[in-house]
């Protein structure tokens, strides 16, 4: 199985600061060209929300302060600016390879 | 509008099977793929399988392999999930969530059961 690692588990950033999150591969996610990692927000009480998909691409409806990058095993996820309502904890994914795999999460809170 | 309806929250006793079911609207659901994702109280998510709705074809994290079954009923638009003997260990919340065929994100998710496994 791929083991996604992410870091940190939590940060604490202020209001309108660059929060910056990591996930690590313990195998390429690449295939044909694209990246299979994904990223998710998730609120207490809610289901996951798909933010970034193939590893760079803005889900409709997502602002643009969220951007990601990376490819094969080292991935960022950067929100910037940080609003209050970024509280949440997130995960990302892998889809190149079964069983589909996520990250343990980071949980960010304001300073 | 695209939305996945889950059935409602179940309280059952150990050694027991239940059904969850996942009722698509706004999308046929021979379109793309269904997929089941577990989450225990205050823990990560876990990929529990997927299946194709347009042929029956499932597959299953080994983890589970043997515990769940997904299966889906396109009159109905809908997928399922089954569980059985089940334990302590399976008191979690389970979410249904669509997979685009063009990539193995899931871009809608269900509101989530809540499965509770006590006697």
């Known amino acids: 199985d791929i083991v996604l690692t992410q870091s940190p588990a939590s940060l604490a950033v202020s209001l309108g600061q660059r929060a910056t999150i990591s996930c690590r591969a313990s195998?390429?996610?690449?295939?044909?060209?694209?990246?299979?990692m994904h990223w998710y927000q998730q609120k207490p009480g809610q289901p996951p929300k798909l933010l970034i998909y193939?590893?760079?691409n803005l889900e409709s409806g997502i602002p643009a302060r969220f951007s990601g990058s990376g490819s094969r095993t080292d991935f960022t996820l950067t929100i910037n600016p940080v609003e209050a309502d970024d509280v949440a904890t997130y995960y990302c994914?892998?889809?190149?390879?079964?069983?589909?795999?996520f990250g343990g999460g980071t949980k960010l809170e304001i300073k | 509008e695209v939305q996945l309806q889950q059935s409602g929250a179940e309280l059952v006793k150990p050694g027991a099977s239940v059904k969850l079911s996942c009722t698509a609207s706004?999308?046929?659901?021979?379109?793309?793929?269904m997929h089941w994702v577990k989450q225990r109280p205050e823990q990560g998510l876990e990929w529990i399988g997927r299946?194709?709705?347009?042929?029956?074809?499932?597959k299953y994290d080994p983890k589970f392999q043997g515990k769940a079954t997904i299966t889906a009923d396109t009159s109905s638009n809908t997928a399922y999930l089954q569980l059985s003997s089940l334990t302590s260990e399976d008191t979690a919340v389970y979410y249904c969530?669509?997979?685009?065929?063009?990539?193995?994100?899931?871009?809608?998710w269900g509101q989530g059961t809540t499965l509770t496994v006590s006697s």
């Open positions: 706004g999308f046929n659901i021979k379109d793309t793929y």
């Open positions: 299946i194709d709705p347009a042929n029956g074809n499932t």
């Open positions: 195998e390429s996610v690449d295939s044909y060209g694209n990246s299979f």
């Open positions: 994914q892998q889809s190149n390879e079964d069983p589909y795999t």
């Open positions: 969530a669509r997979n685009p065929i063009t990539g193995g994100h899931f871009d809608y």
């Open positions: 193939r590893a760079s």
